[in-house]
């Protein structure tokens, strides 16, 4: 890339997260932070239209254009969202880190999730006919269900690491402080997501 002659962090973000963070973040607070935002929400929201099983309303085409329609407003509100809690319960902890930067982490630490994107291609070009169903008796439902979740923990893993040694650059902390700013953040973010996916299965269930 020509902003950065010496580092692309498109690649380096996988095994070198502080550096690159430091590198982006020295560039523009902003870069970068939009399409990794609709990239997590896009594959998300890929993924609870399995977990809800969507497929045995709509076409795998219509949940696959409908959920790339949402993903930019709905990556916007989590990674805004999210870095406003990250925020908070970062100066609890005395760390340094602008909201801008926090998002920055928040984003750049969700790139291994397009491997999931890949799985979800896949499943609509080989239209794979469970692919947003939770499970089948004659079908392959249950397989993908295993399968995506397989590859949603490893990522979701290597998310994590990345996210831990980018809060742990931008806000100056040590390991063990950035695992507890993770961990804070995302008790408090979950708890949001649960009571707001509980209100959208409801509404969801009264519609059908």
């Not at 020295?26 to 099983?53: C, T």
């Not at 499943?123 to 949603?152: K, M, R, Y």
Request: hydrophobic share 55%; proline share 4%; with cysteine.
């Amino acid at each position: 890339m020509s902003h950065f002659p010496s580092i692309n962090p498109w690649v380096s973000m996988w095994t070198r997260p502080r550096k690159t963070i430091r590198a982006l973040v020295d560039y523009k607070p902003n870069y970068g932070v939009f399409y990794l935002a609709s990239l997590f929400a896009f594959q998300d929201l890929l993924y609870y239209a399995n977990w809800w099983s969507f497929g045995t309303k709509f076409s795998p085409l219509s949940i696959f254009l409908g959920s790339l329609i949402l993903c930019p407003l709905v990556g916007l509100v989590w990674v805004y969202f999210a870095g406003w809690i990250f925020y908070f319960t970062g100066r609890w902890l005395h760390g340094r880190a602008s909201a801008s930067h926090l998002r920055k982490a928040l984003a750049w630490s969700k790139v291994p999730v397009s491997i999931n994107l890949l799985v979800w291609l896949g499943f609509l070009i080989f239209g794979v006919p469970s692919a947003f169903i939770l499970e089948g008796s004659h079908d392959t439902g249950l397989f993908s269900t295993i399968f995506l979740n397989f590859i949603s923990l490893a990522t979701g893993i290597w998310s994590f690491v990345l996210l831990v040694q980018s809060i742990r650059e931008v806000q100056h902390f040590s390991i063990s402080h950035s695992i507890i700013n993770v961990a804070m953040g995302w008790v408090i973010y979950f708890i949001f997501f649960i009571i707001l996916s509980a209100l959208v299965r409801y509404f969801y269930l009264l519609a059908i």
